[in-house]
């Protein structure tokens, strides 16, 4: 069959849980440091853009703004590309784009031409690139995809950690148009990391197989979505997206906050800067630490509820955080921040990918950060407003806490009392009739003689059998949905 592979996670194919899946686990890790660092550290270049364009901290402040909603709102569109043409090409046309905004922005000469080359185009490629990734990690790793979340997850906090010293040095020795022409050649990394995500195929050995077994009448399958809009069917994805959009609210107001706060205390920019990288280190090692705890065989059953649980710890870190007034206090501040923030950002992902599951994941995170696109375009400057009316950061905290924890007790009180445990499950069902007809075939084997081969014809209608089986348990368990519903 011609034209490019589409890596749909064909059926059947076990995640390796390692091998290759290292590889796409390291060009996952890259392409999350890279999108939600970039925003953060563009801001480095804000100083030398108001002055070169005689503009405010308002107007440059929308750069970030647009690369965030970029990342968040695209999310559809990423999906359909990806149901469409596969992860691979989608992630190296995105490196493309997002090297080529950064590249055409250091041409810039109006604060709008880096609005659309920075924000609207490098956002679109970081975007094509993100997603993507996910999805393939979320094929390559089954049983250990909780850790691997994490260590992905842990490439934010490394990027930061980096890309804003290397912004500083960037515009000392070269300003800022010699930063962005760099800056843009690193996004290229997108392409290589893009060339690692390897569609997930079949054994050799299992397609020589099906090659050799009797062809069965195959029903006509139906034409797969690009965008899956069933999944607004499920009640689980339905609380998970209401909570996220909520948590979102108020999950990014602190880090924008705290370093302004520290100098509003007397304390130097230096000083005050430094909150973050304490923020961004203890983060570093908490993503990996909360994927082995979410993965351990106790845990990982109740993922739901210990994500609710960083979310309440994150929102109650906030709320005390706000009567903090000293620089020692807001030091201790970033470390419990850190720490819940690292495992909130380590979890949620996972937890989506445990709801939907592999085969409507693509369609379901894209339309998640639709949703969350539009609370990351509220919730900073409704803190912004907050603050200008009292003039308090007390008040955006304490915002911020109620946000976040808010959003914890949806999750975990609508995932106790509005989602019912699946006993009925159509695919453990199926995987039960399969293994009870393998061992029927086992058996028969035996009653043949060891060393005996079945007959091509008994064989056949063994295999024609299995398929009835499982034909026949995939109908039993849709009337079960259906009456569950």
Known sequence: MGGAVVDDGPTGVKAPDGGWGWAVLAGCFVITGFSYAFPKAVSVFFKELIREFNVGYSDTAWISSILLAM???????????????GCRPVMMVGGLFASLGMILASFATSILHIYICTGVITGLGLALNFQPSLIMLNRYFSEKRPLANGLAAA??????????????????????????????????????CGALMRPL???????????????????????????????????????????????????????????????????????????????????????????????????RPRSVYLFSFAMIFNGVTDLVGSQANTYTGLVIFCIFFGLSYGMVGALQFEVLMAIVGTEKFSSAIGLVLLMEAIAVLVGPPGAGFLLDATKQYMYVFLLAGCEVT???????????????????????????????????????GNENGEGEEEPKENGKASSVKVEE?????????????????
């Not at 359909?80 to 043409?85: E, I, K």
């Open 71 to 85: 990342l968040y709102g695209t999310g559809p569109l990423c999906s359909v590309l990806v149901n469409r043409f």
């Open 155 to 192: 490439g934010s906090p490394v990027a930061l950690c980096a890309l804003s010293p290397l912004g500083q040095f960037l515009q000392g020795h070269y300003g800022w148009r010699g930063g962005f022409l760099i800056l843009g050649g690193m996004l290229l990394n997108c392409c290589a």
């Open 201 to 299: 195929l079949p054994p050799k050995k299992l397609q020589g197989e099906e090659e050799k077994a009797p062809v069965v009448e195959e029903k006509p399958q139906a034409k797969k979505k690009l965008l899956d809009f069933s999944v607004f069917k499920d009640r689980g994805f339905l609380i998970y997206t209401i909570a996220a959009s909520v948590m979102v609210l108020g999950l990014f107001v602190p880090p924008v906050f705290v370093v302004n706060y520290a100098k509003i205390l007397g304390n130097e920019d230096t000083k005050s800067a430094l909150l973050l990288t304490i923020l961004g280190f203890v983060d570093m090692f908490a993503r990996p630490a909360a994927g082995l705890v979410a993965g351990t065989k106790w845990v």
């Open 406 to 444: 808010l959003s914890a007790f949806i999750i975990a009180l609508g995932n106790f009392f509005f989602i019912s445990k699946k006993q009925g499950d159509p695919e453990a069902k199926m995987e039960m009739a399969v293994t009870a007809a393998e061992t029927e075939m086992l058996n028969r």
């Open 469 to 485: 089986d499982v034909n026949m348990v995939k109908e039993i368990g849709e009337e079960d949905n259906e009456t569950s519903l």
